[in-house]
């Protein structure tokens, strides 16, 4: 559904993404690795039209993306980033229902925001206010808007169904490790739905836990990509992170690990 | 009830929430604020004569008697300013919070309001001599037009100094607003210097803020300088809640983000500038509006704002009042009063804010 041609992005004195090309399809779990500066935020900031490319091309369904209509684009791509800061006391519910404006529908989808919040945990909180709520949950009740954002596929003037796409951004960080797990499982069964996901990620355990495709990346350019199996590869993950080789050995088993028991 | 209503049909529940509860309390707060500032004064006027007087002054009719004139000429222009500019200042100041994604972020606070007042007294003191052709080619519109752009230069300047990747920082948009309080001010002063004694006596209460020259003239062109953003910015609400998640979250919602920031940037600009142009500074009304109705009916904006105009007209009508009455024959400049009031709440923010940082 979405894809990336020969991508390049410069900041002024340097190149953060260096001719990247890949491809994203209906279903399919991408988990974006690397280390810091590899250039994986930067990637993920133009998936979401956040800045546009200054090489290449991104094309949604054979269609360029830069060009798309903002309103038909927000019904079809979300994005969660790391942290969304709040200090108005808006009620969790009201956070949620943040996620039908580009439906136009935010005061009568109340059984859309009930499923979204029941899925995340977060219905039992809904009066409560968001600036009240610990890191963790925050989290949880901003993915329920991002997942609100997509429930359901759109569709374009001829009544054909378009795909969806959700985007990640180390959402997970502010998360202990269970319900790291919890929300990527939950992630796992909405996009199972035809959703696309790319997350970006810092944990490689969680990665290996959760995705079925990777791609790794070191200083801007893609080092690697395709199955998660090759994050049980040590000397690819030596390569990518610089990492001593009995500590990326040491990952490459953990990630087996995880690899067996997902 | 109204569950056999609801099974006719869901639209038919009238759900009585909160919100709605405190909108229709502000609605019915406004008139008897009205009828409040037109019976107060040296010469007390009963109700049934004020309500008289106000269906003549919509029928525009004749006046009937000293009563009929006084509420007419003398406290009609008046209340209606004060409605107009407390309505124009209560939702700017709501906006620019909005837009800074910061509580403190006051029009009167961040500079705005000097910044406008001193595009004003420019035109006051120059329209004689540098200024003559901006003066022949505005006419009536010269001050709140000189006024506005004030204000908008001000306000992109704060934006500029104190955003970074769009994330406002509360020290250094406060430093920036004394800044620009501080060097409009000084070169408010350094006009004083150049005026002639006329035009010191119309410059006086700029720094203090009064209503007392309300005049009819002004009022039309006051209005249409405050209705028009009014009625624009329900389009806007939505827009304003997405960015309080910040401008990443509201471009990732589908929004325009930048077109519509500088709508409302335009917007607030609009309101404070020509709320200045006729009453000058009068502070702490953006701020104290917002934060009372935030903790009565939350910070959604598609209540807020129709909220905020309507506490914002009813405040300054409460404060002008006071203001005429309280040392009569003196007549108070408003400013003060609204400082008076203002000042703790503004304490008060800054303490809780302090607080959330600290923990």
Known sequence: MIKVQELSLFSRDKILVNNISFELQSGERLAVLGANGAGKSSLLKTLASERSPDQGNLLLDGELLAGYPARLRAKRIAVLPQQVELAFPFKVQQVVAMGRIPHGDEHHSETLQREAMQLMDVWHLRQRSYPSLSGGEQQRVQLARVLLQIWQPPQDENGRILSRLLLLDECTSALDPAHQHAVMQQVKQFADDHVAVMAVLHDIALAASWADRVLLLKQGKVWAQGDVNLLTEAALLQQVYDLPAHLAQRYAEQNGAWLRAG | ?359
């Open chain 2, 1 to 359: 009830m109204s569950s056999a209503l609801a099974r006719l049909h869901p639209a038919l529940v009238w759900r009585w929430n909160r919100t709605r509860t405190v909108l229709a309390l502000l609605a019915l707060l406004l008139p008897v604020m009205l009828v409040l500032a037109l019976a107060s004064g040296p010469v007390s006027v009963p109700t049934v004569q004020i309500v008289q007087s106000l269906l003549h002054a919509i029928s525009v009719s004749e006046i009937h008697g000293q009563q009929d004139w006084i509420v007419r000429e003398l406290r009609l222009p008046r209340a209606l300013l004060a409605m107009l500019v407390g309505a124009g200042l209560a939702v700017a100041g709501a906006i620019t919070q909005g837009v800074f994604r910061n509580p403190l972020a006051d029009p009167g606070l961040i500079g705005v309001s000097s910044g406008a007042a001193l595009a004003a007294v420019a035109v006051i003191v120059l329209q004689g001599s540098l200024l003559a052709g901006y003066a022949e080619l505005t006419g009536v519109f010269a001050l709140p037009l000189a006024a506005f752009a004030g204000g908008l230069i001000v306000t992109w300047l704060i934006y500029r100094l104190g955003t970074r990747q769009g994330q406002t920082q509360m020290a250094m948009l406060l430093l920036a607003g004394v800044a620009i309080n501080v060097i409009a001010g000084a070169l408010t002063g350094i006009l004083t210097y150049m005026a002639d004694d006329e035009q010191l006596r119309s410059m006086t209460f700029w720094s203090m803020g009064s209503l007392a020259y309300g005049q009819w003239s002004e009022i039309a062109v006051l209005a249409l300088c405050i209705a028009l953003p009014l009625l624009a910015l329900p389009r806007f609400a939505a827009l304003l809640n997405a960015l309080l998640m910040g401008e990443a979250v509201a471009s990732h919602l589908g929004f325009a983000v930048q077109r519509g920031k500088r709508w409302l940037i335009i917007a607030a600009a609009m309101m404070v500038g020509a709320g200045v142009a006729v009453a000058g500074m009068i502070g702490f009304i953006g701020l104290v509006v917002p934060h009372l109705l935030r903790l009565l009916m939350g910070p959604d904006h598609k209540a807020l704002l129709p909220g905020c105009a309507l506490l914002g007209a009813s405040l300054l009508l409460l404060a002008d009042t006071i203001a005429r009455t309280w040392l009569a024959p003196a007549d108070l400049p408003v400013g003060l009063v609204m400082a008076v009031i203002g000042g703790p709440v503004f304490l008060s923010l800054l303490l809780q804010q302090a607080r959330r940082v600290m923990a």
